[in-house]
């Protein structure tokens, strides 16, 4: 039997003594060898949950009625399209399964008329600050009112790996307000340091210490009664978009609590400018995505702080600085927070474009063959495939780094496919505001949805012809992120319920893999691929903000070839397989649970960003898993990925110098046997640091401030440890 049959076997004799499973086994049973829809995969765990008493009670309180009739009128789509033998369906759900979309949705439909909704977890905060935000009389914010503050609230980062209690935590509205917390916090009878925290998706401790501040930018406390949480809070200078240009660059000023959900549904609307890279997560604020340097895809594109033109902060004084100097941007654009709380990041951004994508479902031994002579798990069989088909895959897999603007490769658990996400950029053309007739036929399609929303008494209702002008649509569509975000709640769910937690890790990470793959749209031929907008194609999926994980990157050079310039692709391709085999060498208990996931980015001038110097290339490599498996399972295969990925030289013998991603999860590792610490100081960075440290001091000294009194108001032991040596 295959390892899936295996599993799937070893899944029903655990169903033998866990009863309340055997749903969740029919489930898998029915996936196995046979064409199964997307649609009917969400409708099979809609009903799942539903009529399991303990998910349901924890489902309804994370569901509201517009998100609830969402995942009900495609449950209902599918009971009719069972009582018809599909022919109700057919249409929809080829389309739904190929593109895991609604194209060119109809303004006027309620399903795409129900307002995006954040995170749970998010919801919780809003709860939380909505029933116990008290008024600090010591700190007013601009138009004079006093800041919110919940005194003495026990921290947690969104992944559960930092834990501590602050003596404050302030939610701030204003910029001012952000200035007179500062100066509180300087005088001598507080005297404490000062850490900014927003949607904490950050693993590691870069946050408050016990006793500290946390102030948060979003404005928590009035978006509770927003009507939808898009909108940026008119009530906040701490949020907002202000576009510009200068000598034919676009600069976008975004203040730092800006969301970019928010600043992805302002490019939706406007239309004129993007990013030219971003994280997927949109429930990350501006100033959260700059202060670790992070980064999106793309063998052309680098960091955020790479971005970055202009930074604005408040310094331990409380004073409004700027640097827009180059060589001081070096430092300021990515300083972990060290300069102080910072309120608006001025990016340079791009021209509007259309994103052409075309992601696919291809084999794993074709998606990123193995390098030569490398020792293939013995779970994946090779002899299917012929050495022409491996070079055919070389060529395409090399073709795809070097021509297409976005890459990514996912693998989940046990599967047979990879998930690979690419696109290319095109320029934006009034071609692109025309749905096709098939786009058309579907939008009729859509329009049938709104009579299963029973809670809606009055809409408009158009029906739409070839000849109709609309413009690109969101992607996904309102009506697929809400989906998307039932999908990642229910992952929550089940991931949290102990009677899935009772299933030995190999199942559970079986289960998941099979699931998550099925989800992800697969377009294999280039007439069919989704046209939307960057700014949409960069948060391609929705709803993974609901699902709490772990997750561990590192970002490896790309080296060149003996004698050249070329980029040896092999070491690339060592990265991704030696991610598979660790996972194949713990199969027992399965850390890694979600997925290995792999981008391409190029270099950085940023001086702490880990794909500095990296000129022709760095590998972004990442494994995530849920927060089932055991602290010690989980930091064993940590070190066993990051050993083998140290083990990678140049084409000299030279190791590469690989650097973690400072966002992810690295503290407590070892790298060639140093401490992570002692590694990072004098090895991935011996120089980069104290220039750092250097530019840093200038800043603050040219600024009427020091270095001295920065560190004491915005650092945190990580940070004096790490970069200062303390």
């Known amino acids: ?235 906040s200078d701490l949020q907002g978009i202000k576009v510009s240009e200068s000598g034919g660059q676009y600069l976008a000023r975004i203040a730092a609590g800006t969301t970019n959900d928010q600043f992805r549904e302002w490019c939706l609307k406007n239309k004129t400018v993007a990013l030219p890279l971003n994280v997927i997560m949109i429930e990350i604020t501006f100033g959260g995505s700059n202060a670790p340097i992070c980064h999106g895809a793309g063998i052309t594109t680098s960091t955020l702080s790479d971005l970055v033109a202009e930074v604005e902060y408040v310094d331990p004084q409380g004073h409004i600085q700027t640097v827009s100097d180059p060589e001081e941007l070096r430092a300021a654009s990515g300083c972990f927070g060290l300069l102080g709380v910072v309120l608006s990041v001025t990016l340079r951004v791009d021209k509007m474009q259309t994103a052409v994508m075309q992601p696919q479902k291809i084999p794993v031994q074709l998606a990123i063959p193995p390098p030569p002579n490398y020792p293939v798990p013995s779970e994946i069989d090779m002899s299917r495939y012929t050495s022409q088909d491996l070079q055919n895959a070389q060529k395409a897999f090399q073709d795809a780094i070097e021509n297409q603007y976005y890459v990514e490769w996912f693998w989940y658990p046990f599967q047979h496919e990879v998930w690979v996400n690419v696109w290319r950029r095109a320029e934006f053309t009034t071609t692109d505001k025309h749905p096709s007739k098939f786009q058309a036929a579907l939008q009729r399609l859509e329009s049938l949805f709104a009579k299963l929303i029973k809670w809606v008494k009055v809409w408009k209702r158009a029906e739409f012809t070839t000849t109709d002008k609309l413009e690109l649509g969101p992607y996904p569509s309102n009506f697929q992120a809400a989906l998307q975000w039932l999908e990642g709640l229910f992952a929550e769910l089940i991931n949290n319920w102990s009677v899935f937690q009772r299933l030995p890790g190999r199942i559970q990470a079986w289960i998941f893999g099979t699931i998550s793959l099925l989800q992800m749209p697969d377009v294999p031929e280039a007439k069919d691929a989704i046209k939307t907008y960057v700014s949409e194609a960069l948060h391609f999926r929705r709803g993974i903000q609901n699902m709490r994980c772990l997750d561990s990157e590192w970002e490896i050079p790309i080296p060149a070839l003996k004698g050249g310039t070329t980029r040896d692709y092999a070491v690339i391709q060592r990265a991704w397989w030696d991610g598979i085999t660790a996972f194949y060498k713990n199969i027992d208990t399965c850390p890694m649970r979600v997925t290995l996931e792999m981008r391409l980015t190029g270099s950085s001038n940023v001086l702490l960003a880990p794909q500095q110097y990296n000129n022709l290339g760095t590998i972004s490599i990442e494994v995530l898993t849920t927060l089932n498996p055991t602290k010690g399972e989980w930091n064993a295969f940590k070190q066993q990925v990051v050993d083998m990925w140290a083990s990678y030289t140049d084409a000299d013998g030279k190791p590469l110098n690989i650097r973690p991603h400072w966002a992810k999860e690295w503290q407590g590792l070892k790298v060639r046997g140093k401490d992570v610490i002692d590694y990072l100081r004098e090895d991935a960075y011996p120089k980069e640091i104290k220039q750092f440290v250097d530019t840093l001091s200038k800043i603050t000294s040219k600024r009427g401030s020091s270095l001295a009194e920065t560190r004491k108001r915005f650092s945190n032991p990580l940070l004096e440890t790490l970069i200062f040596g303390a």
Request: aromatic share 10%; net charge negative.
């Open 1 to 235: 039997m295959s390892p899936s049959q295996d599993l799937l076997e070893e899944f029903r004799k655990e169903c033998d003594n866990i009863p309340e499973l055997k749903p969740l086994y029919n489930i898998l049973r029915d996936l196995q060898g046979r064409s199964w829809s997307n649609a009917k995969l969400f409708y099979d765990l809609w009903q799942f949950v539903h009529q399991n008493d303990e998910l349901h009670a924890l489902y309804q309180d994370r569901v509201d009625k517009d998100l609830e009739a969402v995942g009900r009128a495609l449950a209902r789509h599918v009971e009719d399209g069972q009582e018809s033998n599909g022919s109700k369906s057919t249409a929809f759900m080829e389309h739904y399964d190929k593109t895991g979309r609604i194209s060119a949705p109809q303004v006027s439909n309620q399903l795409n008329s129900i307002p995006k909704k954040p995170s749970f977890v998010y919801q919780d905060f809003l709860k939380l600050v909505a029933a116990e935000g008290q008024d600090f009389p010591h700190v007013e914010e601009g138009d004079g009112k006093p800041m919110v503050y919940i005194p003495n609230l026990a921290f947690q980062n969104w992944g559960l790996t930092v834990k501590n209690k602050p003596s404050y935590t302030f939610i701030a509205r204003t910029r001012v307000g952000v200035q007179n917390l500062v100066k509180w916090a300087s005088e001598p009878s507080v005297n404490k340091r000062v850490r900014v925290a927003g949607f904490r998706h950050t693993w590691g401790d870069f946050y408050a210490a016990d006793g500290d501040i946390i102030v948060i930018l979003l404005p928590l406390s009035t978006t509770i009664h927003l009507p939808s949480f898009l909108i940026i809070d008119k009530n």
